[in-house]
């Protein structure tokens, strides 16, 4: 099992900064790609970023430019939130995926989100 803690979410205005972090714990060897996503009320669950351990990223084209995915080791990720505008208001939620041993398929995990507020 893997354990996903985000950190990070809160309350700014637009144009200001974020900066969210997810740190997983638990089983982690095998662990080949992090990611954010976010959901906003009413709204599915979509794909910001994503960075995976051969160092390719893919963003959401809504926040190219402003966001960036980093990771500082193979079990952790950042995602700097730039520019921030109103649209941006969402919970974001790390994702985690993992492949432990030859066989096993890729397993997903989720941490329990955090909201980031933009107001106007």
């Known amino acids: 099992q893997v354990q996903l803690v985000e950190s990070g979410g809160g309350l700014v205005q637009a144009g200001g900064s974020l900066r969210l972090s997810c740190a997983a714990s638990?089983?982690?060897?095998?662990?080949?790609?992090m990611g954010w996503y976010r959901q906003a009320p009413g709204k599915q669950r979509e794909l910001v970023a994503i960075?995976?351990?051969?160092?390719?990223t893919n963003y959401a084209d809504s926040v190219k430019g402003r966001f960036t995915i980093s990771r500082d080791n193979t079990k952790t990720a950042n995602l700097q939130m730039n520019s921030l505008k109103p649209e941006d208001t969402a919970v974001y939620y790390c994702?985690?995926?993992?492949?432990?041993?030859?066989?096993?398929?890729?397993?997903?995990?989720w941490g329990q989100g955090t909201q980031v507020t933009v107001s106007s």
């Open positions: 994702n985690a995926k993992r492949a432990p041993w030859v066989g096993s398929g890729v397993r997903e995990y």
């Open positions: 638990g089983s982690t060897l095998g662990i080949t790609v």
């Open positions: 960075f995976t351990n051969s160092g390719s």
